[in-house]
């Protein structure tokens, strides 16, 4: 998906994890995405440089779509579609 | 589902923090964890000694700059860390009997809210051998 795409995302559920830092984000993710449904978007603020590579990795492990990341200033939005 | 079995040896603030984050990272993907107290690590388990643990295993005279970090990064403590784990996944903490006794714990009770069963060193690598990784800390 392109960076105009992902902000135009209609996002089910965001977790804003900005913060802690590793390995807060991904634990924040991984209670969050227990919430939502199947097809749901997430996404997933990080200021910590490690969730930007490891939430994706985590997503595919767990059957979670990973969409995109998109950098803001001083933090990410990390997207996902719950599988 | 994978498998973690931890032989937890230290019982010093920097190890137990690092085996709290990966505790966590297991949690996040749903594996079975086995964690075992050993030796150095039993004197953290005891009743009422989670927060009286300050000495690092490494960089001691640097102690204060590292306990200023966590506290700035709000990094959770690991027992947090540890109750966090046990919340979200399977994480059964098993005492070694040995260990136990060398810091004044025989009985379950002895031991904080995390533990689950006190051992032989016999289950430890039994779950050792059944498990897809083992670390040692």
New interface residues.
Partial sequence: MTQVELVELAVNKSVDARGTACPGPLLEAKKAIGTISSGDIMEVLSADEGTKRDIPKWANKKGHEYLGTVEESGFFKIYLRKG | MAKLCMGLFSGSLDKLTAAG?IL??A????MDVDVFVLLQGARAFIKGNENKIDNLAEASHLKEEFLNSLES????TWYEFFE?AKE?TNVKVYICSLAGKIWGGEKLEDFNDLTDEICGIGEYLTSAEEADIHMFI
């Fill in positions: 984050v966590s990272g949690a996040a993907d749903d990064l709000n990094v959770s966090m979200m």
